[in-house]
């Protein structure tokens, strides 16, 4: 949502934690077997900080949204690894070149203003062969859904959802950005509880080759 919806960061911060219950699984399973330095963008309200696993060393934390980032701030001061909480956004990040061991996004590329920039810097922040971990919903698959999609998007769904966008082609593009997808799972309703037009949803790891 960024910082242009804080009525939506208001209701996102009181209803997301009712969504636990479906979601902590995959947020365990989106981050297990990570190590080393991660930046996560678009952190929220820090609901995946109590799954890094102890072999990660550091999380830079990126959330543009101030009470998001205030209640993030808080969740990584209970966190059990070491996560520091920034202002930015995943299009310009406080980072240096290949200074990242992995990459973590998780229900945001639907939201960031500019996906391609997003994933650009992602690329250059993590090293040649960092990977990149991302749960996000995504296009559906028929084309009747894609169609409702499409019609949402263009209409009152970023509007009411944040700036949110449910019908993009998320894995296309994390692969127009050079990233190699290595394994990926769809999640629906019945994995997450987060109901249609949002529900399709990626769960996967793409490598990052050599920057241009
Ligand atoms: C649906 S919330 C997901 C929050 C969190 N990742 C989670 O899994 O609960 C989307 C988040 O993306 C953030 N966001 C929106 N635009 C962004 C951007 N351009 N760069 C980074 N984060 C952004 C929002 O402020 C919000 O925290």
Known sequence: MGRGHPRYARYYARVSPALERSLAPHRRALLAGLSGRVVEVGAGNGLNFPHYPPAVTEVLAVEPEPLLRSLAEASAARAAVSIKVVDGVAEDLPAGDASFDAAVTCL?????????????????????????????????????????????????????????????????????????????????????????????????????????
């Open 108 to 212: 945001v590329l639907c939201t960031v203003t500019d996906q391609a920039g997003a994933l650009a810097e992602l690329r250059r922040v993590l090293r040649p062969g960092g990977e990149l971990r991302f749960l996000e919903h995504v296009r559906a698959e028929s084309a009747g859904r894609r169609r409702v999609q499409r019609v949402l998007d263009a209409t009152v769904f970023p509007l009411l959802v944040g700036g949110c966008h449910c019908g993009r082609d998320t894995a296309a593009a994390i692969e127009a950005a050079g990233f190699t997808i290595g394994r990926v799972k769809r999640l629906g309703t019945a994995d997450t509880g987060i109901p249609f037009p949002s529900a399709p949803q990626l769960l996967g790891a793409a490598t990052s080759g050599s920057a241009q």
